[in-house]
């Protein structure tokens, strides 16, 4: 009841809000509808620009006709947003007078490729028109920021296990046999490879193969030992390659090679190293889709992508490259010389391990998963008691070996890490 000058007033209230409560019920159903397209509308609206701008750019190239379009998404975007922006691109050009066909229709092929780097996304469109004519337009955008999205860090923890001590320098650690743990291994250093097994409850050596080379190594010594199905192991060294004997008792070939080393686990990508520096070239085999070329680097890491893989390179100028097949982007994460990615059965199934960058007196690695293009820790730091002088991924890529150079005792540890879940 409301009193208007003391008169207390009843059935025209009623009969007002009677007509205004009808009036909203007839019209909630819009006002429903224009409440569920508000977050997809603006989450067009964010790609309107570029999609306009990369059409223009297109027609321009093939002008009107019958085209093939093919989008594949490079970068961080969900489904949602590829899908989006697929079908806004094609109904831009479709305004400007290219017909989308399939392929055997079409007077020319559009490949569109989404990209992103630190700051953009970069949208590049590879035109193939007849034979010999190619073409390639780009255009970039800000990326979206995901104000209300926060990723949880997975509690995940580096395990540390032992596997080679020695006073001489140790370039690498290759495991042959396992049983419970390590049953047979080969330890590189620059002038041998000794081959040890695991009996009664201490390692015994059982060979010892000499590495035969003409050139004097350079002052920082590298090499890496890559166990095989058809022998036992290949080792790599600055300008020389060795290759052992499949069966017992072995022997070692050696010879000049400038092959490139294997980087990574399983992965096919390989790079040639300097051999007279302690670094690789640049030069990729067989690259990182069309990029065969990076920064003169130390190490590398691949992060897997449900439909590509990217590749981290630790550059010698301390920087970190990132290449997903069409950009060459680069930031600085207080990283050191060395990384190497893992897989395992925590947090997205694939992290990143890298050493902190410092003076050399003391070393650590930390554990980084990608949700984007920049890395997340993912663990607590382990520690060494000296520099960190190798890390290299094992075969099946689900481990590392890790040598330093212990600054107390003065020898050469070298250990095995492994992701495991946190409690």
């Known amino acids: 009841m409301i009193s208007i000058q003391g008169c207390p007033v009843y059935n025209s209230l009623v009969l007002e809000m009677s007509t205004l409560s009808s009036?909203?019920?007839?019209?909630?159903?819009?006002?429903?509808v224009l409440f569920l397209l508000l977050p997809a509308t603006g989450s067009a609206a964010a790609w309107t620009a570029p999609e306009e701008e990369l059409a223009r750019k297109i027609a321009a190239v093939t002008g009107p006709g019958a085209v093939a379009v093919d989008i594949m998404n490079r970068s961080s975007l969900g489904k949602k947003d590829v899908d989006e922006i697929g079908a806004g691109l094609r109904s831009r050009l479709e305004t400007l007078g290219l017909r989308a066909v399939n392929p055997e229709q079409a007077a020319a092929t559009i490949k569109v490729t989404l990209s992103e780097n630190l700051q953009n996304y970069v949208w590049v469109a590879e035109i193939q028109q007849g034979a010999g004519e190619f073409s390639v337009v780009m255009v970039s955008t800000p990326r979206v920021e995901e104000g209300?999205?926060?990723?949880?860090?997975?509690?995940?923890?580096?395990?540390?296990?032992?596997?080679?001590?020695?006073?001489?320098?140790?370039?690498?650690?290759?495991?042959?046999?396992?049983?419970?743990?390590?049953?047979h291994i080969a330890v590189l250093d620059p002038d041998k490879v000794v081959v040890y097994r695991f009996v009664e409850g201490r390692w015994q050596p059982e060979q010892a193969l000499a590495i035969a080379h003409a050139r004097p190594w350079p002052r920082d010594m590298r090499g890496r030992l890559v166990p095989r199905?058809?022998?036992?192991?290949?080792?790599?060294?600055?300008?020389?390659?060795?290759?052992?004997?499949?069966?017992?008792?072995?022997?070692?070939s050696c010879h000049e090679s400038d092959d490139p080393w294997p980087l990574g686990g399983s992965s096919t990508l390989s790079s040639f190293f300097a051999p007279t520096r302690n670094f690789f070239t640049g030069?990729?085999?067989?690259?990182?889709?069309?990029?065969?070329?990076?920064?003169?680097?130390?190490?590398?890491?691949?992060?897997?992508?449900?439909?590509?893989t990217f590749w981290l390179f630790a550059a010698?100028?301390?920087?970190?490259?990132?290449?997903?097949g069409i950009t060459d982007q680069s930031a600085r994460w207080n990283w050191g010389s060395d990384i190497v990615g893992l897989k395992s059965s925590c947090g997205s199934g694939w992290q990143v391990m890298a050493t902190r960058a410092g003076d050399g007196s003391g070393d650590s690695i930390r554990a980084y998963e990608f949700p984007d293009r920049d890395p997340v820790p993912v663990s607590q730091p382990v520690d060494f008691a000296g520099a960190v002088t190798a890390l290299w991924s094992e075969a099946q890529g689900t481990s590392a070996v890790v040598v330093s150079h212990n600054a107390v005792i003065g020898n050469y540890e070298a250990f095995r890490l492994s992701i495991a879940c946190g409690q």
């Open 23 to 32: 009036r909203l019920l007839e019209g909630f159903p819009l006002l429903l």
């Open 148 to 183: 209300t999205f926060v990723r949880e860090p997975a509690p995940l923890v580096i395990r540390k296990v032992p596997l080679w001590e020695q006073q001489q320098p140790i370039l690498d650690v290759g495991v042959l046999e396992e049983a419970s743990g390590p049953s």
């Open 229 to 252: 199905q058809d022998h036992l192991f290949d080792a790599y060294l600055p300008g020389v390659f060795c290759q052992s004997s499949s069966h017992a008792p072995l022997s070692l």
């Open 283 to 308: 030069v990729l085999a067989p690259g990182v889709g069309k990029q065969s070329l990076v920064a003169k680097f130390y190490s590398a890491a691949a992060v897997p992508r449900p439909s590509y």
């Open 316 to 324: 010698v100028d301390g920087q970190v490259h990132l290449l997903d």
